[in-house]
């Protein structure tokens, strides 16, 4: 993303309540100033909302907000032309931070039952071949079938 999208981003997004509340409660819970941290780190240094949009699951994970800070959020990734649907409250229950590895654990985005949380991302149980070839995973045999 370019330089001057993020600073629009950063920009509207301060003047929101969301914002605000994200400011307010990390400071009085660590582990949510430390995703916080983050959360900026990877919006100044990528310079990609677009992948932003994931980092935002964590803050839906921990702090509860109101219809209208979410709005505001919503409103934003409309206004830069990025698609983005907040998840619901089911999805929500499904987020965690995995604050040993400093990662965001989502269990709607685990690919098959079968894969495990390495720490950072999801894994098969067998890794991926290295032989060149393209792969699927076969969840019932459990390995990777060459395409």
Not at 8 to 26: D, P
Not at 75 to 104: C, G, H, M, R
Not at 124 to 141: F, N
Request: one cysteine or more.
């Amino acid at each position: 993303m370019k330089s001057n999208e993020v600073k629009f981003f950063l920009l509207k997004l301060k003047s929101t309540s969301f914002y605000q509340k994200i400011c307010k409660e990390s400071v009085y819970d660590p582990k949510l100033n430390m995703i916080f941290s983050n959360f900026l780190f990877n919006l100044l240094i990528l310079e990609d909302i677009r992948n932003i949009a994931i980092e935002l699951t964590s803050f839906f994970a921990a702090i509860n907000f109101t219809e209208n800070e979410l709005d505001e959020i919503e409103e934003i990734f409309s206004e830069l032309n990025i698609d983005f649907t907040l998840p619901s409250k089911e999805e929500i229950a499904k987020i965690s931070f995995d604050y040993d590895n400093f990662a965001v654990k989502n269990e709607m985005a685990k690919p098959f039952e079968s894969w495990i949380w390495d720490g950072s991302k999801w894994e098969s149980p067998v890794p991926y071949p290295t032989t060149g070839y393209s792969y699927i995973w076969d969840e019932s045999a459990k390995e990777w079938n060459k395409v």
